[in-house]
């Protein structure tokens, strides 16, 4: 499994708040993710309200994890009746020995890779040239962090942090191009460089946006056509997701692919939707004659347990809680130490890889709520946190302890911390910041992380949330419901 | 014969049952509005759908000359069939194309892109079995090619959307590998939403017993990237530039 450095949160926090580089791309990318994302859904595409669809997908989603087994067990046939092979992986290594066994049996030396989160959390790449094959990231921003030798910044757009001149000097240094300054001729040189792999690479390794139990169809979202490409060229394709990631039937893609593209990039729709059930007919011109799908666990079980962080299992990673988050704007995603950043990165992280390491993370928001608010899935992020926060507080149960009775004792201290001020601030690290009002003329003034000093030196923050900070404060978080 | 059931599947689901809190199976299929269709309600949802496409038709069309357009498009049309010939010629000609690929499918037979091609100077090669000598050729031919030209199974209003199945005929590649490429639409396989694709989809899997296409894909626009400095720049790995040739 890729390593955890979560517990450096505030040492790497500080040291990204001091790089200008990394500060003038949060400014400048997340402004225009966050832009973009509210001319689309401004934008009108079908009977049905942003915010009816965003409560019918929510709905969808429990309803599909609440039921996880049997869609689990009717996904497995409807691939397998597809003529495709099903695995279940319990952890990171239980995968990386899947997808090697495959790579040894078709005797692959190269895998080219669409973007796959997990296979980040798997640590897949080192594995493979550990095995002795080359694995090659074919999403731009992915092939360039992979040349850079780090982790994604961002779910969307994993070299975001890096600039042209950055780009130009990786590209020189590996694949001796002449250094430019010209973006679309650094996406040339690697569209020259990625075809030479396209032709050549035996194997193909993707992720799956969705995956719709009833018709065994992983569905694959992409802008740049190398998801097409990895699913098109080499002989043998695997798919890997997370066991969360189904819908029940096809006919729910239509809300979940108008909802991803337009939360993920402000797009109507992305330039490419792949929808593969199994390897290719006999008939068929072309495409891999093996299909492979790897169902993952690799700690979800422990979200899957705890009936509020459950709740987590909806996300589609379409990163919006990332681009209106005011901690991730400042910090960006590296910080968090894993794969996931953000919010989201931060309500997972722990449960999925050890609370110890990740302790810090569910302080890493000031609960403003606008990572709520744009959530595709509501899913109540701050409410999560705080849960987190909670388990922490009290020593951080086992997850196996979080029965009945710890349930009403989380209740209760939850209630009453949101029902007095003081006694969340107790509760929580932050507390002694957030006595200073915060949102004024609807800026936020002050960010409460202690972490780094001269954090809002430079720039006022906007109030992202569409209620001020005290209103929702005081009706009580989770309860505000959505204004948004 | 399908594939064996993995050995760690039933340890697997019964952690997951589990940790939901249950310790035996659902006994039956849990309620969930989409799924619960059968196949006769199915149909007549269908019949709906269809009844609507046909009477929305003009305006479907309307609108996905909007939204491809939005999406970066170039949408020509709609043309009568036999005129669809020449449109395709000039935007090979206009873009200085020489080695030109296609698939193999119906639309070919009422719009004679090769005739119109030929008279330009131009042969289009067939990528398709029996035509091309197997799969490298195949992929080498598609990955040297200028332009690739395809039929849709369906164009989505709502989205600017082609709907390419990859089937007999039609190889994956035709529409991916080379740097331009053009599709043709005709008039009644525009839908107005992805819903009623998905419709369609549906009963199809229903009537064939579990069967679905095993590559489908939605080509929204030209292939591009933001991912330097959120600057987005077209022709990534699939086509920069794309055309939707409309036909009456
Ligand atoms: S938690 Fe919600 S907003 Fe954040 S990445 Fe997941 S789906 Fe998107």
Known sequence: MAKVKSAEFQKASARAVRDEGIQHALTHVMDH???????????DYSDESWEAMRTRAAAIKAHTIGSLDYYLDLADKSVRRNGGHVHFADDAAAATQIVIDIAKRHGVKRAIKSKSMVSEEMGLNDALERAGIEPVETDLG????????????????????????????????????????????????????????????????????FVVAETGTVVIVTNEGNGRMTTSTPRV???????????????????????????????RATSYTSFISGPRAASDEDGPEE??????????????????????????????????????????GHAYGWVYSGPIGAVVTGPMTGMKQAADLPYASTLCGACRDVCPVKIDLPKLLLHLRHRHAEGSPRDERTGTWMERLYMRRWHDAVKTRGALERSTRLGRLLQKPLVRRGKLRSLPLPLVSGWTKDRDFPALAPKPFRQIWREGLGEGGDAG | MPAEEHPNKAAFLQRVREALGRSEPLLHMPDHPTLKAALPRQEEKVRTVRARVEVSRARNIKRLVETATAASWYVHGPVAAEDAADVVAEIATGLRARRVVRSSEDIFRRVNVDGALRRNGISATVLASGRSRGRSTLKGLAFEADLGITGVTYAIAETGTCVVTPRKGVARITSLAPPAYVALVEADQVLGSMDDYFALTRLAHQKSRGRV???????????????????????????????MVLIE
């Not at chain 1, 809300?255 to 993920?264: D, W």
């Open chain 2, 213 to 243: 296409p095993t590559y489908v894909n939605f080509i929204s626009g030209p292939s591009r990237t933001a991912d330097i400095e959120q600057t987005l720049t077209i022709g990534v790995h699939g086509p920069g530039v794309v055309h």
């Open chain 1, 291 to 332: 299909f492979h799908l790897i169902f993952v666990d690799n700690g979800r079980l422990n979200l899957l347990k705890d009936e509020v962080l459950r709740e987590a299992l909806s996300c589609i990673r379409c990163g919006a809680c990332l681009n209106h988050c005011p901690v991730y704007r400042k910090v960006g």
């Open chain 1, 33 to 43: 993710f966050t832009e973009a994302r509210a001319e689309a859904i401004a934008t």
């Open chain 1, 237 to 267: 394709h695997v798919a890997i997701c997370g066991m969360e990631k189904l819908l029940p039937a096809i006919e729910d893609l239509a809300l979940f692919l108008r909802l991803l593209p337009r939360s993920a990039t402000g797009q």
């Open chain 1, 142 to 209: 992915e092939y360039i962090i992979q040349l850079a030798g780090e982790t994604p910044f961002h779910i969307i757009a994993p070299a975001m942090h890096k600039t042209r001149g950055e780009v130009s000097d990786l590209f020189h240094d590996w694949l001796k191009s002449a250094p430019t300054s010209d973006i679309a001729r650094l996406c040339s040189i690697a569209r020259e460089a990625l075809r030479e792999k396209f032709e050549t690479a035996e194997m193909g390794i993707t992720g799956a946006n």
